[in-house]
């Protein structure tokens, strides 16, 4: 049992609830219920399992007998109860943006919509059209929503895996017969998103890791075992498959699990012309040509065919080879090189965290000045400042700084791109700030010519320092919205404004695919975690890896410049 295992089932109940079109304030107990016991400061689990929660705030009799049942037993006869009433299949409704509970409840009750598929015959048929607030436009949303849901389907962010990657590449490398492991794919590649987690191992006895693989803590349920290769499910329905291999094959093995299969494909050519065949054992002699000599890394097989190595981040085939043979690779970013980050909310704003918390935490991570930047007043949904609030943040900053040594905050502003492209801030304000990130956060369904010309007039005030998350897409939840990207590029190099890459997983924006033509054109990019509290300045590792997937070096991201040269380069 698990504190996320607690929350679920609470809203759950809630969700189950409504369904039922149960009382408010019953539905409500079980919604505030869920966010204390998220938010609890102990161990909520075992307190819930001793029946120690007896006047904790949020948590009546009813919910702290429920929680108790649930911890000790590991499961809750009333939630149970409830579920059965329902199809499971009723909760994928959920996942389609813009219903809520109420609506599902009368497309359950009157059409018997209890799954997506049903959903969509529903909406493709005129049935729909006899409900109240299923008119054709918000039909049309539904079925695009089922659309994106399908092409997304058992795709994960690089978040949801991070953890579980980790976990099985300690457990493979501890085991005593394995002497290299890595994980290959499209991880090791850092997409920006992953279907499935592929491991090498390389190993003398194959049968002993796949075995020791199949029975690791991280398995929900193995799907196919060998004796080299294995299948499993982990936690939320990730796939890994891991292939053991010998020595002699691990580079290959490796090199082609790496991919990606257009970089395999042109990398065979090669090897074809010169007069071997590569694959995912070997690279062996066809004809006459002279033996390989023995292979032992990737590295040596790049070297074999010519080529100086190419980064994992690097096998798009989108122009590494060819930079590869002409000595022409970049030195790629890494997160050493950074110095400091932009782009960080606080409690003022949505964040949960202090000034000083986060001045701290980035302090922890070794960063010498940590940027500010919380919502401008238009976003009142994430509790935007006013002028007045600005200013007196600016001024605590201002007083924090007094207190430090060798480290500085950065008073700066998240500052809303209006929908005719003004700026949420007058100049006069945005003047005293050290620096400003400016955002589009509504209006994100206006036509491409608008919405460009919107960005590009933004851009333009000398005030605005960067661009901020340039398309406001959320990785598997929202598409980008449309604007015409190289014209956005175009005028922030006129402009000399900065291009963040938004390192918050669920962001990756601006898209690695965009960065290498960026970073010719002379636009500068700042990687900038979005954190919301502490922990989220971890996110600076996925902003890191996006930026290699790009092409950037250290001279192409601002925040690698220390403190003392930062400064010019931001007007602070
Ligand atoms: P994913 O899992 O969809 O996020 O993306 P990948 O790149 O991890 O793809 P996956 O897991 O299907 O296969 C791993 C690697 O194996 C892939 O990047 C390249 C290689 N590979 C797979 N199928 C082929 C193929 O048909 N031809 C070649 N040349 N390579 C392949
Ligand atoms: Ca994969
Ligand atoms: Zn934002």
Redesign the pocket.
């Known amino acids: 049992m698990t504190r996320e295992t607690l929350v679920s089932v609470l809203e759950e109940i809630a969700l189950l609830l409504e369904l039922k079109g149960e009382n408010p304030f019953k539905i409500r107990a079980y919604r505030t219920g869920a966010e204390v016991v998220e938010s609890f400061p102990g161990d909520i689990v075992k307190e819930a399992a001793e029946n120690n929660l007896a006047g904790t705030k949020g948590i009546g009799d009813a919910l702290r007998q429920k929680l108790h049942e649930l911890a000790t037993t590991g499961k809750l006869v009333f939630h149970e109860r409830l579920r059965a009433e329902f199809p499971a299949t009723i909760f994928e409704l959920f996942d389609i943006p813009g219903l809520g509970p109420k609506k599902v409840k009368a497309l359950y009750e009157a059409l018997g919509v209890d799954s997506v598929s049903r959903l969509r015959e529903v909406c493709e048929s005129s049935e729909v059209a006899e409900l109240a607030g299923f008119g054709k436009k918000s039909v049309e949303k539904i079925l695009e929503a089922i659309a994106f849901r399908e092409k997304n389907a058992s795709r994960f962010r690089q978040e949801e895996v991070a953890g579980v990657v980790e976990q099985i590449l300690d457990f493979l490398k501890a085991h005593p017969a394995v002497s290299r492991a890595e994980a290959?794919?499209?991880w090791r590649?850092a997409?920006e998103t992953?279907?499935?987690v592929?491991f090498i191992t390389e190993t003398g006895d194959t049968a002993a890791v796949t075995a020791a693989f199949v029975e690791g803590p991280f398995v929900e349920n193995v799907i196919v075992r060998g004796e080299t290769k294995a299948s499993i499910h982990v936690a939320k329905g990730v796939q890994c498959d891991l292939r053991a291999v010998s020595a002699e094959e691990y580079p290959f093995a490796l090199h082609?699990?790496?991919?990606?299969?257009e970089h395999?494909?042109a990398m065979?050519s090669r090897a074809l012309t010169r007069g071997y065949t590569l694959n995912e054992y070997r690279l062996a002699p066809t004809g006459g040509a002279p033996g390989a000599e023995k292979i032992q890394t990737e590295q040596e097989l790049y070297r074999f065919l010519g080529l100086d190595y190419i980064e994992p981040e690097l096998r798009e085939n989108a122009g590494e080879i060819e930079a590869a043979e002409a000595g022409d690779l970049p030195r790629l970013v890494a997160m050493e090189n950074l110095r400091g980050t932009f782009h960080n909310h606080t409690n003022a704003s949505d964040g949960k965290a202090t000034l000083k918390e986060m001045a701290e935490a980035a302090q922890e991570l070794g960063l010498q000045y940590l940027g500010i930047a919380d919502h401008s007043k238009s976003s009142f949904q994430a509790n935007g400042l006013h002028a007045d609030r600005l200013l007196s943040q600016v001024r605590e900053i201002q007083h924090l700084n007094d207190g430090f040594e060798e480290f500085r905050l950065f008073a700066g502003s998240e500052v809303d791109i209006l929908k005719d492209g003004d700026l949420d801030f007058d100049d006069e304000i945005l003047e005293q700030l050290d620096y400003c990130v400016a955002s589009v956060h509504n209006a994100m369904t206006q036509p491409e010519a608008k919405m460009t010309e919107r960005i590009i007039k933004a851009v333009s005030n000398p005030h605005v320092t960067m661009l901020g998350h340039p398309t406001g897409r959320l990785l598997l939840r929202r598409e980008p919205y449309a604007v015409d990207i190289p014209a956005v590029i175009e005028a922030c190099a006129a402009t000399a404004t900065v291009i963040e890459l938004n390192a918050n997983p669920w962001r990756l924006d601006l898209d690695w695919r965009w960065w290498k033509h960026a970073a010719e054109m002379g636009v500068k990019c700042a990687i900038n975690p979005d954190a919301h509290d502490a922990e989220g300045l971890a996110f600076l590792y996925y902003g890191v890896r996006i930026a290699r997937k790009g092409w950037l070096t250290r001279k192409d991201v601002i925040n690698c410049l220390p403190l003392g040269e930062i400064e010019a380069v931001i007007g602070a």
């Open positions: 290959a794919g499209s590649r997409k992953v279907h499935d592929d082609y699990f790496t991919g990606s299969k395999n494909i065979r």
